[in-house]
Nanobody
Framework: QVQLVESGGGLVQAGGSLRLSCAAS????????IGWYRQAPGKQRNLVAG???????YYADSVKGRFTISRDNAMKTVYLQMNSLKPEDTAVYYC???????????WGQGTQVTVSS
């Protein structure tokens, strides 16, 4: 059974930074085609950053230039460095495979990011 565990969220003032981690465990687990999603209250879950199978990165327009995705393949961990945070970045952040990858792993509990103005 694959398990994804997100961590690193918290409360930060606007302009601040956070680094999220997604630790993946389980058999035959690859962290290719994986990304970070976020879901604000009352809104749908959206992809904000990801690696495709070729290793190229994707960023939603709303986070370009502020967020950076990285990974440690040996540790099966994916990171999201978030700088210049804005109140609109407030959401629960999750990691999982990219849309169109064929399937999703079971969703983790996510990590709450709250940005105060």
């Amino acid at each position: 059974q694959v398990q994804l565990v997100e961590s690193g969220g918290g409360l930060v003032q606007a302009g601040g930074s956070l680094r999220l981690s997604c630790a993946a465990s389980g058999s035959t687990l690859s962290i290719n085609s994986i990304g970070w999603y976020r879901q604000a209250p009352g809104k749908q879950r959206n992809l904000v950053a990801g690696f495709n199978s070729g290793g190229s990165t994707y960023y939603a327009d709303s986070v370009k230039g502020r967020f950076t995705i990285s990974r440690d393949n040996a540790m099966k961990t994916v990171y999201l460095q978030m700088n210049s945070l804005k109140p609109e970045d407030t959401a629960v952040y999750y990691c999982n495979r990219l849309p169109g990858s064929g399937f999703y792993y079971p969703w983790g509990q996510g990590t709450q990011v709250t940005v105060s103005s």
